[in-house]
């Protein structure tokens, strides 16, 4: 009767696990369509606010991970805290996206490289996977709003989306005066990448 019991609760606790997913994947998809409108009707409100870079960055790998323990996620980050004037809940958008997208197009067992870099005034973020890659004109139309790559193959995680996700996170990191881009090879994996400038010392000293 025990192991029945048990098969039983590990039976509903899969169903009440599959839910939760498919509910944050409602939440994701209608949070996107949210976005754009906003975007369009030129409401995207940004609560600006002098902020660890290097920390939005370390706690979006970290809810991924979590997400996906099985795969590894190598975090490269400055050993000092990167300023930036930014929405930490917009620009963690950014990066989840980043994530989330080179952990699905990817195999299970190749890593990801995120890096967080300072380059004289600019703080640059960079998601590196070893998926299928984009052609040039693919790497131009990618942040489209509704633009989905045609027969690239969902490697984990849900094939459910949009096609809102990079266009909303261009223009995130646009309002934040920065700028995004792309780096790929077919068959040779893609980088995505975002910078920022800096916050200035005075900006810092005055909070």
Not at 5 to 31: F, M, P, S, T, Y
Not at 62 to 85: G, S, T, Y
Request: net charge negative; charged share 25%.
């Amino acid at each position: 009767v025990g192991t029945e019991v048990a098969a039983r609760l590990e039976l509903v606790q899969g169903l009440l696990d599959r839910a939760e997913r498919q509910i944050q994947l409602l939440n994701r998809l209608v949070g996107d369509l949210l976005d754009v409108s906003r975007i369009q009707a030129n409401k995207l409100e940004l609560r600006l606010e002098t902020c660890d870079l290097a920390n939005i960055v370390r706690e979006a790998v970290e809810d991924q991970q979590q997400m996906a323990p099985a795969r590894l996620i190598r975090l490269e980050l400055p050993a000092k805290e990167v300023h930036v004037i930014a929405d930490p809940g917009s620009i963690g958008q950014v990066v989840t996206n980043y994530l989330s997208n080179a952990l699905k197009y990817s195999v299970s067992d190749q890593p990801i490289d995120v890096t967080l870099r300072v380059e004289e005034q600019t703080a640059r973020l960079s998601v590196h996977d070893e998926g299928p890659g984009l052609s040039t004109s693919e790497q131009e139309r990618v942040w489209e709003r509704f633009y989905r790559v045609p027969d690239i193959e969902v490697k984990s995680g849900s094939g459910v989306g949009l096609g809102l996700g990079l266009y909303i996170s261009k223009t995130i990191v646009e309002r934040h005066h920065g700028y995004v881009g792309v780096y790929s090879n077919p068959g040779k994996g893609a980088t995505f990448w975002f910078t920022m400038p800096l916050a200035s010392p005075t900006s810092i000293e005055s909070e």
